[in-house]
């Protein structure tokens, strides 16, 4: 049976610990690549799934690590946003969803730290990152087009919900596969 998370597995190995949130970072970046414009401020892409897995299959606190690499990236200029603006998408309509995803991850973490053996919970972990998203991204969104909540929700997240939800699905599905990937020798 595998371990709830893999920090759990590798506490006392930085090295394997710092080199699998790094993994995380970059497929969140490779993520932010599949970019769809629906005519809304927030383009579609799989981060929403990656940022979800690194929480399920790193646990909080290196879920959250592998999130706050990602963001400073960006911060650092470098284009790896889904719209390849660098720095400018933490000011931009998307500033909000970004650093949400730092929290989301460390949220998704901690509640599969604590009871992930399901894939029902893992699921209902994803979609709790998912509100956590959405809390930071709506609210953000709000005040950079100066618009009420409601209306942000309305082009900032609701074209969103289903598919995040099968993000959430998927992401838990995989958990365990990312787990055993990661762990080979």
């Given at each position: 049976?595998?371990?709830?998370?893999?920090?759990?597995r590798?506490?006392?190995?930085?090295?394997?610990?710092?080199?699998?949130?790094?993994?995380?970072?970059?497929?969140?970046?490779?993520?932010?690549?599949?970019?769809?414009?629906?005519?809304?401020?927030?383009?579609?892409t799989?981060?929403?799934?990656?940022?979800?897995?690194?929480?399920?299959?790193?646990?909080?606190?290196?879920?959250?690590?592998?999130?706050?690499?990602?963001?400073?990236?960006?911060?650092?200029?470098?284009?790896?946003?889904?719209?390849?603006?660098?720095?400018?998408?933490?000011f931009?309509?998307?500033?909000?969803?970004?650093?949400?995803?730092?929290?989301?991850?460390?949220?998704?973490?901690?509640?599969?730290?604590?009871?992930?053996?399901?894939l029902?919970v893992?699921?209902?972990a994803?979609?709790?990152?998912?509100?956590?998203?959405?809390?930071?991204?709506?609210?953000?969104?709000?005040?950079?087009?100066?618009?009420?909540?409601?209306?942000?929700?309305?082009?900032?997240?609701?074209?969103?919900?289903a598919?995040?939800?099968?993000?959430?699905?998927?992401?838990?599905?995989?958990?365990?596969?990312?787990?055993?990937?990661?762990?080979?020798?």
């Amino acid at each position: 049976m595998l371990q709830q998370t893999l920090t759990h597995r590798y506490r006392s190995n930085l090295l394997w610990r710092v080199l699998a949130a790094l993994s995380f970072t970059a497929l969140t970046a490779l993520s932010a690549r599949v970019s769809v414009e629906i005519g809304t401020p927030v383009p579609f892409t799989l981060q929403v799934l990656v940022v979800l897995l690194a929480g399920m299959v790193l646990g909080a606190r290196d879920g959250a690590l592998s999130q706050a690499a990602y963001v400073a990236l960006i911060a650092a200029g470098l284009p790896y946003d889904a719209r390849g603006i660098g720095s400018a998408a933490l000011f931009g309509p998307t500033g909000g969803f970004l650093l949400g995803f730092i929290f989301a991850a460390g949220v998704v973490g901690f509640l599969t730290e604590r009871a992930a053996k399901r894939l029902l919970v893992r699921f209902l972990a994803g979609i709790v990152g998912v509100a956590v998203i959405y809390m930071f991204g709506v609210a953000h969104l709000a005040m950079y087009a100066r618009m009420d909540l409601a209306r942000a929700w309305t082009v900032g997240a609701q074209p969103f919900v289903a598919l995040d939800m099968l993000k959430s699905l998927l992401a838990a599905g995989l958990t365990e596969s990312a787990r055993l990937l990661l762990t080979r020798r």
